[in-house]
């Protein structure tokens, strides 16, 4: 744990603690609160926001004689 939050990319640690992949070692970071909560406080509200799709009125009417 000290090595993540230390910044020590998880492919490292997979390597010295002899793990075959770097998915057995993803247990470490998903059991680490303090470093989800540095990430989602890093977050941003996306700058702009996709518009929604409105499906004309057409595809509408032959949809509803399904």
Do not use: C, N
């Amino acid at each position: 744990m000290h090595l993540l939050q230390s910044g020590v990319d998880i492919s490292v640690i997979a390597l010295w603690l002899g793990h075959e992949s770097p998915t057995t070692t993803h247990m470490y970071v998903e059991a680490d609160l303090t470093m989800k909560e540095k990430a989602l406080a890093k977050i941003q509200e996306p700058a702009s926001q996709t518009p929604r799709y409105h499906p004309p009125d057409a595809l509408m009417e032959f949809l509803k004689t399904l």
